[in-house]
């Protein structure tokens, strides 16, 4: 059984940082992708940016520059570091793992930004 679980959401002004964690548990193989989701309030869930095992990772356009993801192997975790945050950042923001047989979702972790 392979679980997910995100920690280090909250609430930020605009121009501040957060770094968003996600520990996977259970058997998830050597080839996969990690990755960052969000999903806004009335809006569609939508990517943020992913990283392979292999570590290549791609962006949403509306990050590049300002979010860096990066992961640990060994402990199985994918970060997401977020800079120069703005209020059209805030979201609930998912993890998710693509394994070769399957993919899984966190349960999600707010991130607000204030004007």
């Known amino acids: 059984q392979v679980q997910l679980v995100e920690s280090g959401g909250g609430l930020v002004q605009a121009g501040e940082s957060l770094r968003l964690s996600c520990g996977a548990s259970g058997s998830i193989g050597s080839r996969n992708v990690m990755g960052w989701y969000r999903q806004a309030p009335g809006k569609q869930r939508e990517l943020v940016g992913a990283i392979s095992s292999g570590g290549e990772s791609t962006y949403a356009d509306s990050v590049k520059g300002r979010f860096t993801i990066s992961r640990d192997n060994a402990k199985n975790t994918v970060y997401l570091q977020m800079n120069s945050l703005k209020p059209e950042d805030t979201a609930v923001y998912y993890c998710?793992?693509?394994?070769?047989?399957?993919?899984?979702w966190g349960q999600g972790t707010q991130v607000t930004v204030s004007s």
């Open positions: 998710k793992l693509s394994t070769t047989w399957g993919a899984y």
